[in-house]
C-alpha cells in the first residue's frame, strides 16, 4: 500500500514538474522544476529497488547537469526574454499526443513476461560484477571515459575566447 | 491494487512525450536541451523498469541505464558549450535565429 501511495507521489510529481519546465515563461524556474522532475525520478528509481541508481541520479543529474544548465542560463541573460513557443506549437502538440497515445496502446496491449522472483536487494555490489567480470561491460566502461575526455576537449575548445 | 510494469512504462511515455513537445515547440536553445534531459531520464525509467520486473536479478537494464546518463552528461556538457559560444558570437540564443548553417 505504502508503494502505491509513493509511486503515484513521485508520479505526479515528475509529470508537473517535467510539463512546468515546458510550459513556464520564465527559464531560471523551468530550470529549478527540471532539478525537482530529476528528483522525484531518483524516487521512481528507489522504488524500482535500483538503489546505486538513483545515488547517481541524484549525483550526476543534479548535481552536475542541474547546476550547469542555471550556470548556463545565468551567463547568457535570456531570463526575462522567456521561452515562448514558436510556429510549430500545434504540429508538436499534435505529434507528442500521436506518439504518446501510440506508446500507451502498444504498451497496454503487449503481454509481457512478468517475472516473480524478488529483485537484488543491494545492487551496487551486483552492479559492479556485472560490469567487471567475466563476460561483463568492460569495452562499454573504457569507452565512456574516452567520451568524457572528447567531452572535456570539446567543451573547452568551444568556450575558449579566441579574440586573445 | 498493485504498480505493475505498464505503470512505470506509460510514466515513461508520458514523460517522453512531453519532452519531444518541449523540443520541437520551443525557441530557447537552453529549454530544448532541458527537454532533451527529460526524454532520457525517461528512457532510463524505461530501462530501468523492464530491468525490475522482466529479469529481476540479471541487472543488465541498469548496466545500460548507467552508460546511457554517462552519456547524457557529456551530451549536456557539449550542448550548453555550443551555446554559450553562439550566444558570445551572435547575442541570442533563440533556436529560431541561429541559421549560420541554412543555404
Known amino acids: 500500500m505504502g508503494q502505491v501511495i509513493a509511486f503515484w507521489v513521485f508520479a505526479v510529481a515528475t509529470i508537473g514538474a517535467a510539463l512546468g519546465v515546458v510550459l513556464l515563461k520564465n527559464v531560471f524556474r523551468s530550470a529549478v522544476l527540471l532539478v525537482t522532475c530529476f528528483l522525484a525520478i531518483a524516487g521512481i528509481f528507489i522504488l524500482l529497488s535500483a538503489d546505486f541508481l538513483a545515488a547517481m541520479q541524484i549525483l550526476i543529474y543534479i548535481g552536475a547537469i542541474g547546476i550547469l544548465v542555471i550556470l548556463a542560463i545565468m551567463l547568457t541573460k535570456q531570463v526575462t526574454l522567456g521561452s515562448p513557443s514558436n510556429k510549430f506549437k500545434v504540429p508538436a502538440l499534435i505529434i507528442a499526443a500521436l506518439f504518446c497515445s501510440g506508446v500507451i496502446y502498444a504498451i497496454v496491449n503487449t503481454h509481457w513476461q512478468i517475472s516473480g522472483a524478488a529483485p537484488t536487494a543491494a545492487t551496487t555490489s551486483g552492479l559492479g560484477i556485472k560490469i567487471f567480470g567475466t563476460n561483463g561491460f568492460i569495452l562499454p566502461l573504457e569507452i565512456i571515459p574516452t567520451v568524457l575526455l572528447a567531452t572535456i576537449l570539446g567543451a573547452i575548445v568551444l568556450v575558449k575566447d579566441r579574440n586573445k | ?103
Not at chain 2, 527537454?35 to 548496466?63: C, D, H, K, Y
Open chain 2, 1 to 103: 491494487m498493485t504498480i505493475g510494469l505498464e505503470h512505470y512504462l506509460i510514466l515513461s511515455a508520458v514523460l517522453f512525450s512531453i519532452g519531444l513537445y518541449g523540443a520541437l515547440a520551443k525557441h530557447n536553445a537552453i529549454v530544448i536541451l532541458m527537454s532533451i534531459e527529460i526524454m532520457l531520464s525517461a528512457v532510463n525509467i524505461a530501462l530501468i523498469a523492464f530491468s525490475r520486473f522482466i529479469v529481476p536479478t540479471a541487472l543488465t537494464g541498469q548496466v545500460f541505464a548507467l552508460f546511457a546518463m554517462g552519456v547524457a552528461a557529456a551530451e549536456t556538457a557539449v550542448g550548453l558549450a555550443i551555446i554559450i559560444s553562439i550566444y558570445r558570437n551572435k547575442e541570442t540564443i533563440d533556436a529560431n535565429k541561429i541559421d549560420l548553417m541554412k543555404w
